[in-house]
């Protein structure tokens, strides 16, 4: 390599050599010294804002994600001059400075983004039988009233652990209670392979898989309540129930391709997995975190005086001896005795009629009803969650705008709601009546109506927070209890009518439509997201 003369004057970074003979620098030791002298200044710059806050205090030996020794803070440098010049001491330092990427992210906002990806593989999970249901009936000669049995014993589960689910998540916290159904589920699932020859197994498999999932939304709310602000809460609701809506995309999607190339068995290995190692990432990500959950009391911002979650008087853990004493603790009389949690109820309810019947039947209509062949029905069944995901993006973001800049919560939730359920109710109306409409409008006219009922996250979802973030999840544990009986109920129903009338109009629209109307009046007249504390002291 070239070797050229650096004159000590020339340079203010090197002193006056005593020996003559050391004028000849190579290029590569002065360029290290160069990073060097960069990495001292980038050091001292840390420092420094240390100082102003502590003092003359030591600093720690980690700085902004900078790993500094103490031979680094005195001034002098402890890598060898050899990987100094091959550039690796430098590289490994700068390595540290954003890994990993979420290294810098607020613990709140990872405790959503992983709790939305629960939601993800959880409708992932609910939607795979729904494809897998085909080529089993084959395999077992499964007629149709066994194959309804076998799909309906999810919601078994799902309602029956509601209540439950929700009383937990305020006993142990909405982080333990949803690890744990991810992780019930997903073994559930992973399962089926393995007991779909044996019918009761089976359904119990499927009743599992229900009750993880069950308390999901409940621990969601709960965690929700306890750390996202007022003004964030609409756009984290949408973000986590969001997840739903991707999970049916991707379930669907999914689906076909992975039992045509590999069996239908392997649905459920694979998304039983998912679940499996998500459960086992939260548990470093746990572990990565700075401490204990905090309640929305102590989140930094402007409406911490709105929340009346109050903070935790005891760090004692909590014992199963505790657990009749804490179950007469909630006050459930105070609940059924404020008009706004019935509003919430009914509200639920209707929503989930509409949905759930509109889920399991949409398929079968747009075959039957609209002649499309069974793939265009298919991919045609994926435009309703696909554009919900666009349009709760649109809702949750103007929600919280119309909050922070001072717009009343109540008329805010009794907005979107009320576009929530008068949409779908329009469209379906216009879907029932004749008016010649081409298959394709008529499904165009389905999907916006169906979009936009995902108003309903920064409505009714976002009112059991609002409300009272301390009971939020056992409030969601009532109002989705209420809310799964529409899965159970009236997608048997709505067979039977079909059976009966043979009209789609009777059978599917009518009842989701009257439900929609009369739950509207209801929020109007009764909904409040006016902070009520339901405590037995009060």
């Known amino acids: 390599m070239a070797n050229f003369s650096i004159r000590p004057h020339n340079s203010p970074f090197l002193s006056h050599p005593t020996n003559p003979n050391l004028h000849s620098v190579s290029s590569t030791r002065f360029i290290s010294h160069h990073r060097i002298l960069r990495l001292s200044l980038r050091v001292c710059c ?28 005195s001034g002098s440098v402890s890598k060898s001059e050899n990987d100094l010049s091959s550039g690796h001491g430098i590289d490994e330092v700068g390595s540290n400075l954003n890994w990993p990427p979420w290294r810098n992210v607020p613990d709140r906002y990872k405790l959503i983004g992983t709790t939305a990806l629960a939601f993800v593989i959880c409708n992932m999970d609910k939607v795979n039988l729904s494809v897998a249901i085909i080529p089993m009936s084959h395999q077992f000669g499964w007629n149709s009233s066994v194959a309804g049995l076998v799909q309906s014993s999810f919601f078994w589960g799902y309602a029956m652990s509601q209540l439950p689910g929700g009383w937990l998540a305020k006993i142990f916290g909405g982080r333990k209670v949803l690890e744990i159904g991810v992780l019930t589920w997903s073994l559930a699932t992973a399962l089926v392979p393995f007991l779909a020859g044996y019918m009761p197994g089976l359904i119990f498999s499927r009743v599992l898989v229900g009750i993880g999932e069950g308390v999901s939304p409940s621990a969601a709310t709960d965690l929700i309540a306890r750390s996202i602000p007022l003004q964030e809460r609409s756009r984290a609701v949408a973000f986590v129930f969001g997840g739903l809506s991707v999970g049916s995309v991707s379930g669907l999607l999914l689906s076909p391709s992975l039992i045509q190339n590999f069996g239908w068995e392997s649905v459920f290995y694979i998304f039983g997995f998912l679940g499996i190692a998500w459960f086992a990432g939260f548990q470093f990500l746990d572990g990565q975190s700075s401490g204990p959950l905090k ?72 075959s039957e009803e609209l002649n499309l062949n069974l793939t265009e029905a298919a991919w045609v069944s994926i435009l309703p969650p696909l554009a919900s995901i666009f349009v709760t993006s649109i809702a949750s973001q103007l929600a919280d705008n119309l909050i922070s800049n001072g717009v009343d919560t109540t008329k805010v939730r009794k907005i979107c709601q ?115 504390n339901f405590s037995k002291n009060d």
């Not at 949409?423 to 394709?440: K, N, Y």
């Not at 009112?463 to 409030?475: G, K, N």
């Not at 109009?505 to 439900?515: D, E, H, T």
């Open 46 to 73: 840390s420092i420094k804002e240390k100082e102003n806050v502590k003092g003359n205090e030591d600093i720690s030996p980690v700085l902004s994600g900078l790993r500094v020794d103490a031979s680094e803070r």
């Open 295 to 366: 309640s929305i009391s102590v989140v930094e911002s402007e409406s911490d005086s709105d929340s009346v979650l109050p903070k935790k008087k005891s760090t004692t853990p909590f014992k199963l001896q505790q657990l009749p004493a804490a179950l007469k603790e909630v006050p459930w009389r105070a609940f059924l005795e404020y008009p706004p949690v019935w509003a919430m109820i009914y509200a639920h309810f209707c929503g989930s009629w509409g949905h759930y019947t509109c889920l399991s039947w949409l398929p079968t209509y747009f």
């Open 418 to 532: 009320t576009v929530a359920f008068v949409s779908p109710a329009v469209c379906m109306t216009l879907s029932s009546v004749d008016l010649g409409l081409p298959p394709w409008e008529v499904v165009g006219i389905l999907t916006s109506g169906l979009a936009l009922s995902s108003f309903a996250l920064s409505g009714l979802y976002c009112t059991h927070q609002d409300i009272s973030p301390e009971y939020a999840s056992v409030l969601l544990g009532i109002t989705n209890t209420v809310g799964a009986i529409p899965g159970i109920v009236g997608v048997a129903l709505t067979g039977f009518l079909l059976d009966s009338t043979h009209s789609w109009s009777i059978s599917l629209f009518a009842p989701s439509i009257f439900f929609y109307l009369t739950g509207t009046i209801v929020w109007l007249v009764f909904a409040s997201s006016k902070p009520k």
